[in-house]
């Protein structure tokens, strides 16, 4: 019995120290991160981390381009010819996006943290379209492909922060150049902001 006792401290031991070296290698230890200060840290988002939300991706099997054709709804020209089924669409892509059950989750609180311990040597840049990262803290984001809750004008370029539904009739507030407000999302065929 004291033999196995013996043993038994042993390997409690070998365990405690195993534990204690892997949580000295954790990500999340204040000290490597303090110690990233020194570089600066770029992280790229894409459609994953809104799809834990409840954001229906664009390119999945059931996603938004299994019920839309990308060139009816995606594209400058698409929007010369029925600037309507584009408002519409994004309209739609909207509205869910300000459903209460669409909060940003853990992934998106995490990256909030990040950036909070980093500060200016951090920066988010992401393809999503939505603001799920704003609204779990984070404030260095770049949004490559637009965002859904601002529209630009076709003239000026100006853009407007824009929550409710977008019609071919709105004018842009600053200039009324006659063509219609568009949403702020970089369409096929254009270059990522």
């Not at 992280?43 to 059931?62: M, P």
């Not at 920066?123 to 999503?128: D, E």
């Not at 603001?131 to 853009?159: D, I, P, Y």
Request: aromatic share 10%; charged share 25%; hydrophobic share 35%.
């Amino acid at each position: 019995m004291l033999r196995f006792r013996h043993k038994f401290k042993k390997f409690k031991k070998i365990k405690m120290l195993r534990r204690q070296r892997f949580r000295n290698r954790s990500f999340y230890n204040d000290n490597k991160i303090l110690d990233m200060n020194k570089m600066n840290v770029v992280v790229l988002t894409g459609a994953g981390i809104s799809a834990e939300s409840g954001i229906q991706t664009f390119r999945s099997s059931d996603g938004l381009w299994e019920e839309h054709r990308v060139e009816d709804v995606a594209t400058p020209e698409g929007f010369a010819r029925n600037p309507q089924l584009v408002q519409r669409f994004y309209n739609e892509r909207r509205h869910q996006l300000q459903q209460d059950n669409i909060q940003p989750n853990p992934a998106h609180f995490a990256l909030a943290k990040l950036e909070e311990l980093l500060g200016d040597n951090f920066l988010l840049v992401t393809q999503n379209i939505d603001n799920l990262h704003e609204r779990a803290g984070s404030k260095r984001v770049v949004h490559m492909h637009g965002e859904l809750l601002k529209v630009r004008c076709s003239w000026s370029n100006q853009v407007l922060e824009w929550t409710g539904d977008l019609s071919p009739d709105e004018r842009c507030h600053c200039c009324q150049f006659p063509q219609p407000l568009r949403p702020h999302i970089v369409w096929f065929g254009e270059m990522p902001l």
